[in-house]
């Protein structure tokens, strides 16, 4: 094999697929990527066997062939390497001459036939959006997914597709999140899990673009985010999500609104008081046109007033701080409103159209 | 105690002092920031037992008093409030309220009677420079300082005044780092060895202004550095600093002169294909006007050319990329000049007027 590149270009494409590239292994060809010049294009894919990229590096073939290079060595060199042309050879033995302006390197490569492929998916069901639009569902989304082992769907998130409207949905066991969005065609009904972790490199990786789309393609068992000339394929976690429209009531007791930046601020400067692990609530009290939050722990006490518009009834609730603002944090209106039925059952922020909306449960406390 | 200052001030006050504040220790009240209002001006202290801080707070005495706080429960209260007025009173029992805006916070303080002040440092003997050469002195020899619990003095660094030229020193057994330069004054004659995690905190809160001085007071067992509203209070370690004179030879049968960017990135590419705690020297042959750099290892071999300004023998010398590079790296000058003698000897990279040397033993290498 004999390619030349851009020092920047194989920069930036060893970057975006380095996300795939698990950090300790027992099996060392897991830690490379493989270069392939066969099919004349050059791609660069990583493969945790869970989670795997490609994408296209825009060079130079030679001479067509395959190596498969250790993937934190490899990144390591070509970051160092000065701003010019960078030329890869490998021999029949798999060893790797990297020259760049006067330096050359010499990397034992690996045999790119045992190298494990990122799986086909079939390309019939599918939905596309904007990169920006997934990129923010994401974000929105993801920090309510829980790392549980005995409850994989739990550690995926959910997506429905209805006609022109996707929702994704996560949930923890203590908190559900939904985001809803209208697509800018209707497709076929589908409903999938995908593993957030997955998830959470593609938005890393996403462009974020408005105007540049990603196609999502799905299988029973595979799904496949293509965007620019870069691929994306994880598994699905297979089962029946949870039924969380029941669980979301529209009735209410309660409902204030307020400014999402003095609530975001005053929550946090109450969360201050609580320790790692420790399951002190902060207390809100709403009487009339305002709001008192409160919070006693070891560390000592704090509490705040802010202005809130108030409905309904006068309410005490005490909450885990840092699930309502892993919410507020996310919501981009500068207006938040939370209804609330009883200091015992769960309470909802969300805006008036419900293209989000975040339930928490929350916690007793005793005065 | 009834205290009020500007938040931003108050903020910038508590991280100048937190880094004097120990990260765990069994003495709750080393700690703590004890802010003091007494004295007719706000001072805040921290202060490990083996180096300490203390700095003025520019505020208002309602009602002189003083307490100490826990330091790391103050700096995120602190951080977390809103740009505005904050006002801080202590009771007779140290319960400190914190308030800003609505923000009202209660803090269990400790008796302020518990915390060990800085000691007093007599102000007879002294040195005078600028914030910005004692901040570019401390990081051009920091590196070569040892962590070496036999030898207390390899900890520190020695600090020499002959009338009017400070020579700072530091060594770790393998290299030896020497900075000289002229004072405005000329000074009684001094030796000094200062510890090099203190040096290493001065210089982070160091200004670093080239109008801004830095008075250096010490006693037999004690150094204050004072600049601004900032007292920095240390022990100085104890005994006999190494005769390094002796150790820097003007003689060489080879002399280099290469440019300095070229060398660094060179060196840091090979210096790639070392693990962590590799003795695997990079080799360098000096040839005519050009030298290769080479390195073998367990992961490839690198080589590149780079050329040089070259007098005296050819050379080929064996070292650790790493103590080449903590010199090149804070040399200001674009080129840099190495002196060496023979493949088993010390190399020394130095400037015309030795205002530094930094001398490296080499590493022996088979071929």
Do not use: H, W
Request: hydrophobic share 40%; charged share 30%; with cysteine.
């Amino acid at each position: 094999m004999k390619i030349s590149a851009e020092k920047t270009d194989l920069m930036s494409r060893i970057n975006a697929v380095l996300k795939a590239v698990p950090v300790r292994t027992s099996f060392p060809i897991m830690e490379c990527i493989l270069v392939d010049a066969t099919q004349g294009a050059i791609t660069l894919t990583a493969n945790d066997s869970e989670f795997g990229i490609e994408t296209v590096l825009d060079g130079t073939i030679e001479e067509p062939g395959m190596v498969a290079i250790e993937a934190r060595i490899f990144s390591d060199i070509v970051r160092n390497l000065p701003d010019d042309r960078v030329v890869i050879t490998v021999d029949s033995a798999n060893l790797a001459v990297i020259r760049c302006g006067e330096s050359v390197f010499n990397i034992a490569g690996r045999d790119a036939y045992d190298f494990v492929r990122l799986p086909e998916v079939a390309r019939n069901r599918m939905i596309r959006l904007s990169q920006f639009s997934l990129k923010e569902i994401i974000r929105q989304t993801i920090f309510s997914t829980a790392d549980n082992e005995n409850n994989l769907l739990m550690s995926g998130e959910y997506f429905e597709v209805t006609g022109n409207v996707l929702r994704v949905i996560s949930l923890d066991g203590q908190r559900i999140s939904i985001r809803k969005i209208e697509l800018k065609e209707a497709y076929e009904d589908a409903k999938i899990v995908i593993p957030g972790r997955a998830l959470n490199e593609i938005s890393k990786i996403l462009g974020g673009g408005v105007d540049d789309d990603v196609s999502v393609y799905f299988t029973d068992n595979l799904v496949l985010f293509e965007f620019g000339d870069t691929k994306v394929v994880t598994r699905l976690i297979d089962g029946e999500y949870f039924q969380v429209d029941r669980m979301i009531s529209g009735d209410y007791s309660t409902k204030i609104k307020a400014n999402k930046r003095s609530l975001q601020e005053c929550i946090e400067r109450a969360s201050l008081l609580v320790r790692e692990g420790d399951r002190r609530p902060v207390i809100i009290n709403i009487t009339e046109d305002r709001m008192e939050i409160s919070i006693k722990s070891a560390l000592g006490s704090m509490n705040e007033k802010i202005g809130v518009e108030k409905e309904g009834r006068d309410l005490m609730i005490g909450f885990n701080p840092r699930f309502v603002l892993d919410a507020v944090r996310v919501v981009d209106d500068e207006e938040v409103s939370i209804y609330f039925t009883t200091a015992r059952a769960p309470f909802i922020m969300k805006n008036d159209d419900e293209s989000y909306i975040y339930l928490i449960l929350p916690i007793s406390f005793n005065m």
